[in-house]
């Protein structure tokens, strides 16, 4: 076993800015896509609530590597040429909006009704409720179980390695063959997930305190 | 689609049992191990709680797919070599025994301190109060959250494709690359996935319903 050369060590700063950009891409088309699903779930119109929900079992059942291959290697069959990043940012996105459409869900069923039935009557039209008054509310209810996901979605980046995504794990079987030697670069690579998870970790915790220490309005 | 399953359906069986060999031996062997987690990290113990920590810290803070590619690749440093589902089957046991843990813990804190005391003043000793009370008790609680983890570890299963498992993934890239029909293969290997979900969740909610029809024993 050697320690990491520098010319390595270039390498893993890379591809951790990869992991970093598609994670976020990932997590800012599962949030927004999410948002949609979790009307649709709670309209009650059946003709909304199926396919909803119909997504989100999809998505909540099936292993994010076979919605990588569908997209990347199944997409041609159909006239979709995706390249592997792209491939694998629209897979995370899917795949962790039906975990953010449940999310989504429960918080905007945590709202008390009081509050929207005060916003129609102080002539908030429904749109305006739902963009003013329940969603900034749906949002600070969901930052803990939102902020579990993202670090799920975050790990769960490291399987785009098998669509030749040249993010961390991928780049440490690159340099694990230039070094014939896997344990350190997959313990780096480990060691820098590990930082990430425990990044988002802490700043969902501030964000909580600080949304918790402003005064509710 | 319906040929494509018709003429492979075998491969595409072999695979669903070896994904359900693999996961299940995982969970099987990650109980144990989360149960003993589990306790350590309630024990106030200083070595014992800060060990259950840092386990948890890394099998819940890194991608199971990096944690899958050392536990397959560390051994060959020391000149040894595990067969890939001995590894695949490791690696999934130690990832679902730290997330097994964390629903133990919830579990064994809901159990009432009286009956421990209770069962202390009979005679037991720790590991008969483990094993024969609080463990029954707590596995009642946990069922829903179990069966949630045991869905995550088929998922998961998926990955053990990288190091030539031939388990669902595995099989449809098989089929994939021998029929130059990538769309209808993966389509088929996640409908698999999808029914193992589906019988999970309803041996769950079947389960659930067994037990608390027997009340608390």
Partial sequence: ?????????????????????????????????????????????????????????????????????????GGPSVGIVLSAPAAGV???????????AEIWRLGLDA?????IEAARILG???????FHVQIPRALRLVLPPATGQAINLLKESAVLSVITVPELTKTAGEVSNLTFSAVVPYLTAAFLYWVAVEALARSGRAAERRMASVARD | MFTLIA??????????????????????????????????????????????????????????????????????????????????ILALSLNTAAFQAEIYRAGLQAIP??????????GLTRWQILFRIEAPQAFRMVLPALVGEALALVKNSSLVSVIA?????????????????????????????????AVLAGAGLLLERRLSRGGRS
């Fill in chain 1, 1 to 73: 076993m050697t320690l990491l050369a520098p010319e390595h060590a270039v390498l893993f700063a890379k591809a951790f800015a990869v992991t970093v950009s598609v994670t976020a891409a990932g997590l800012v088309l599962a949030v927004t896509l999410a948002l949609p699903v979790a009307l649709a779930l709670r309209s009650g119109r059946m003709a909304l609530v199926l396919p909803a929900r119909l997504w989100v079992e999809l998505m909540r059942g099936a292993p994010l590597v076979m919605l990588l291959f569908l997209a990347y290697y």
């Fill in chain 1, 90 to 100: 629209l897979g995370l996105g899917l795949y962790g909006a039906g975990y953010f």
């Fill in chain 1, 111 to 115: 709202v008390p009704k009081g509050e």
């Fill in chain 1, 124 to 130: 908030l039209t429904r749109d305006q409720t739902l």
């Fill in chain 2, 7 to 88: 003429q492979n359906w075998t491969v595409l069986l072999d695979g669903l049992v070896m994904t359900l060999i693999v996961s299940g031996a995982a969970l099987l062997t990650g109980c144990p191990l989360g149960l003993l987690l589990a306790e350590a990290g309630l024990s106030g113990q200083r070595f014992a709680g800060g060990f259950a920590r840092a386990y948890g810290s890394f099998w819940r803070g890194t991608p199971i797919l990096v944690q899958l590619l050392i536990v397959f690749y560390l051994p060959s440093s020391f000149g040894l070599a595990f067969a890939p589902i001995v590894a695949a």
């Fill in chain 2, 113 to 122: 301190k009286g009956e421990i005391e209770a069962a202390r003043l009979l």
């Fill in chain 2, 165 to 197: 498992v031939t388990e669902i993934t595995r099989r449809a890239q098989q089929i994939a690359s021998a029929t130059f029909r990538p769309l209808e293969a993966y389509s088929a290997a996640l409908l698999a996935y999808l029914a193992i979900a």
